[in-house]
């Protein structure tokens, strides 16, 4: 894949180079209109193939870079469709106040997540206890305030 995207970069660089070295479009027009039929449908073709690699490398791209990347997490783990959803909703919620390396989240208002779960509660049900309790009732410590509530139910769940 990267060997053909660089294959078309070299391509587009050598028709520059050509139409450049004819003396810009001018001079590329001028020769153009002196040139063969047979020359005249070549350049045609080659302009209607660079249009086309134009349109289908990023079109090739985008099918190849779709929605199997959303399950990557940091390291390259793949997360279930549980923990994609947990950090959809953190990232929705809590990423502009907390620092969570999980979600390459940097924020500077509330705490560490990576210093404050990770390290202080031992356990896997402290810490989802510590977040629930966090996400239901808020905090008012610090330099800002969490606000309480912020997913209820199911949401709340998901987003522990």
């Not at 047979?38 to 073709?45: E, K, P, S």
């Not at 990347?69 to 909703?89: F, M, P």
């Not at 208002?109 to 629930?132: E, H, M």
Request: glycine residues 14%.
């Amino acid at each position: 894949m990267v060997i053909a995207i660089v294959l078309i970069w070299v391509v587009l660089g050598l028709g520059v180079f050509f139409v450049a070295m004819r003396g810009g479009p001018r001079g590329a027009r001028q020769a153009l209109h002196t040139d063969s039929k047979a020359g005249q449908r070549g350049i045609t073709l080659a302009v209607v193939v660079l249009f086309a690699f134009g349109l289908a490398v990023p079109a090739i791209v985008l099918a190849f870079n779709g929605d199997h990347k959303a399950s990557v997490a940091v390291g390259g783990l793949h997360l279930n469709a549980q923990q994609e959803r947990g950090r959809e909703l953190f990232a929705r919620s809590c990423a502009v106040c907390h620092t969570l390396a999980a979600t390459k989240s940097v924020g500077r208002i509330g705490p560490n997540l990576d210093v404050r779960v990770g390290a202080d509660i031992s356990t896997a049900a402290g810490r989802k206890a510590l977040v629930l309790s966090a996400i239901t009732e808020g905090r008012a410590r610090g330099l800002g305030q969490m606000p309480a509530l912020l997913y209820q139910g199911k949401e709340a769940e998901e987003g522990r």
